[in-house]
């Protein structure tokens, strides 16, 4: 069987504990019509610290010392990053030096 992106020759591989054939470009595919592996898989720690630029107008100003500049307040909020039973992930942003940061508790 050959890799229907680059044309090489698939090889067998285990994965939790079906056999999947994979390719040196990344290509894998089940042997029963499983979903086919991608690496879009879903990275917490890739979401990024983003927030539009009127925090200051929409969150509370908590105490909170940044770790940038030391200041004792910064505004903050929660964002459900991740599945719905785990807690929210925090985020606050100097009042200061607008540095932004968060924290997992
Ligand atoms: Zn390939
Ligand atoms: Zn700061």
Redesign the pocket.
């Known amino acids: 069987m050959f ?6 020759l ?1 090889l067998p591989k285990k994965h939790d504990g079906r056999k999947v054939l994979v ?5 894998a595919s089940g042997d029963a019509g499983a979903p086919t592996l991608t690496e879009n898989v879903t990275r917490p720690d890739a979401v990024a610290v983003v927030e539009s630029e009127d925090a200051e107008k929409t969150h509370p100003l908590v105490d909170a010392e940044c770790p940038k500049c030391r200041h004792g307040k910064a505004y903050y909020w929660t964002v459900q990053t991740r599945a719905g039973d785990e807690a929210p992930t925090q985020f606050f942003r100097c009042e200061k030096c607008k540095h932004s940061w968060r924290d997992y508790n």
């Open positions: 890799c229907p992106k680059c044309g090489s698939l390719c040196r470009c990344g290509y």
